[in-house]
């Protein structure tokens, strides 16, 4: 099935991505992981009948599947804002091959902060998205696209 409303909105995630983009390097996060946090991030659309009340939400119940995935992004690279990231490493990863590291025996366990973080930002994203359709006067039809689906 396709994304019908959903689809209408890549024009506007690309802006919404350019503008957020500080907001990502100021967080915990790095662009690559931002980019997977948001591979699991579905945006809907509660009560799209009625557009002054309508709210963007992200849809996060697959967010705690790929967190444990942040830890294989690579450490020690270079931000785009030319600062580095020094956490984790080859030493940090040979250490996590042969079991000496700190995680759990099955090496998928969820930092429930980091988890918050996320959600949280990804909420701070679905509004910022909203706020840029209602500037753009895109949002009541949006609202209405996404109530017909």
């Known amino acids: 099935m396709s994304n019908g409303w959903r689809d209408k909105l890549a024009g506007a995630r690309m802006r919404v991505d350019q503008e957020f983009n500080q907001r990502v390097l100021d967080s915990q996060f790095s662009n690559q992981g931002w980019g997977l946090i948001m591979t ?10 009625d557009p002054e009340q309508a709210e963007m939400v992200a849809n996060t119940e697959n967010l705690e599947q790929i967190m444990p995935e942040l830890d294989n ?3 020690g690279m270079a931000r785009p804002d030319g600062s580095h990231d020094d956490s984790g490493g ?4 040979l250490k996590s091959v042969l079991g000496f590291d700190d995680s759990d025996s099955n090496g998928t366990s969820v930092d429930k902060d980091e988890l918050a973080a996320a959600t949280a930002l990804v909420g701070e994203y679905a509004s910022e998205l909203q706020q840029f359709l209602e ?5 009541e039809s949006v609202c209405a696209a996404a109530a017909d689906a």
Do not use: L, M
């Open 90 to 93: 080859v030493v940090d990863s």
């Open 73 to 75: 992004i690579p450490q």
């Open 40 to 49: 699991a991030i579905e945006f809907d659309i509660e009560t799209p009948d």
């Open 135 to 139: 500037e753009e006067g895109r949002w």
